[in-house]
């Protein structure tokens, strides 16, 4: 009880702050070292995590990752590739709408750390004619980046979760199935309410297959990207670094450029956003707080679905990284979701669960730099998000019933 009365009064601080306009990766970090003052953590025990929160593999990748991210985006964004893509798949699908979706739920298929970065200029690309608050801009993005988690192999958490149910993986996808259906449903009426169905303004049209050839040309980086680290395997890092040496020799970038566009793309803030998240990840292992959570909730003799829904919602919301929430509580849950043999529909509706709260945590980088990209206000765009969220956890009924 203890540990989840300091990890609230944290978030708590934490929320207080960003809205007062704090720049989140001090507040993430300053937050981080008020739970640890709080847990009696040692210093040199606090500074330890944060550094290794900083220097291990994963977290040198998610770095390296987002970094060739932001190049990629400057690259297409400059040279006009963005434009054309947007443009040309504004011929092929009339609506903006679609367009709006479509980008996001694109890239949403690679599992890059802020991914949701990548699809902004997308979406403020197909908009730009459109009277759309920021908030809404960001909603959008936000939303339709995270169609396939619930499903994907491609993602780490549900392949965790398969790993430690020992149920194999495509039963879990058919019982998680349902959210991802809810998300695009529940997509269609919040995100677009209000937006009509206007096209994207065109100039001089070139007839559809002309349009699908100059989308499918621009569209190509990313398509190449998917294709190496989805279909074929490769690493994300390697992928996306590549990828950004080849668009630097396809326009003939010279020296003088590249360090200017290095410059422009790494933004020093984005940066010390996820250093941020990631210290503060990190010391809710190092102080044990995560843990002290889970174990009272289960201790404490609470309705078996109450328990199955809160620990792992709470876990999400506190992370904000899928992986995290179900390495974290399912070990202590699997008893309680049928021991040897759990629920299929329990076990759908506890990854749902923590996933919300992935999706509404403060510190999910995707919603973190979406929201820094638009300049939206962040209270605004929880405003929008709370409810579809909501609703997408109500959709668990459906597994829970079939599979239980």
Known sequence: MVDLLKTLAVLIAVVVMVRRRWHLGAVMALGAAILAFSCLTPPLRFLSGAWTALTTDSALDMTATLVFTMIMENILRTTGTLRRMVASLSEILPDSRLIMAAMPAMIGMLPSPGGAVFSAPMVREASAHLTLSPDQKAFINYWFRHIWEYVSPLYPGIILVAGLSRIPFQKIALANITFSVAVIVLGVFFCFRGVDSAPVPQGETVGKRRALRTFVISVAPILVTLVLVVVLGGNPVAAMGGMTVLLFIAHRYGPGRIVATL?????????????????????????????????????????????????????????????AFVGITFPILMPLLGGDIPSLGLLSLAFGSGFSGVMLSPVHLCLVLTREYFEADMGRVYRRLWIPQSLVLAAAVVPVYIFS
């Open 263 to 323: 410059r422009e793309s790494v933004s020093l803030k984005s940066l010390s956003l996820i250093f941020g998240v990631m210290i503060f990840q990190e010391t809710l292992r190092v102080t044990g707080a995560l843990d002290g959570i889970s174990h009272f909730f289960v201790a404490s003799g609470l309705p078996l679905l109450f328990i199955i829904t809160v620990i792992p919602f709470l876990a999400g919301v506190m992370t904000g990284l899928t992986v």
